[in-house]
């Protein structure tokens, strides 16, 4: 049997990517429930935080000198947010691949100084 997801696999970018965004997308109706829909991104971005911070667990990149080790952590952020956005972008390129959704469009707001001329009435000019 084949394994669809190795530990190889996840080590990866695309890897990451894949199993933050099977996971976000199977459990997002939970989040949703509880939440508003923005908590969806934070939601991404704390699995995809989880996911980086095991790889580089699992690769040894924490055994560093204290001095490196913030430096470590800020660019397991910034990686995290970077998968985050992917999973989440890469849902939506497969869900609406043409970008059919629609945006509503505001209602018409008339000028001023044609509003008082659709109701009859005259404007002053100076």
Do not use: C
């Not at 992917?86 to 609406?96: F, N, R």
């Not at 509503?104 to 009435?121: D, H």
């Amino acid at each position: 049997m084949y394994n669809f997801l190795s530990v190889d696999y996840i080590t990866t970018f695309a890897g990451m990517v894949l199993a933050v965004a099977l996971i976000v997308q199977f459990t997002k109706s939970l989040v949703k429930r509880l939440f508003s829909d923005r908590a969806v991104r934070i939601y991404a971005f704390i699995w995809a935080l989880v996911f980086v911070v095991a790889v580089n667990i699992y690769k040894g990149s924490y055994a560093v000198k204290g001095s490196e080790m913030p430096v470590k952590i800020l660019l397991s952020v910034v990686n995290a947010i970077i998968v985050a956005l992917a999973a989440i972008g890469g849902y939506e390129v497969v869900s609406d691949p043409h970008a059919g959704k629609q945006k509503p469009v505001p209602p018409e707001v008339i000028p001023a100084s044609e509003a008082g001329r659709k109701r009859g009435g005259s404007i002053a000019r100076g």
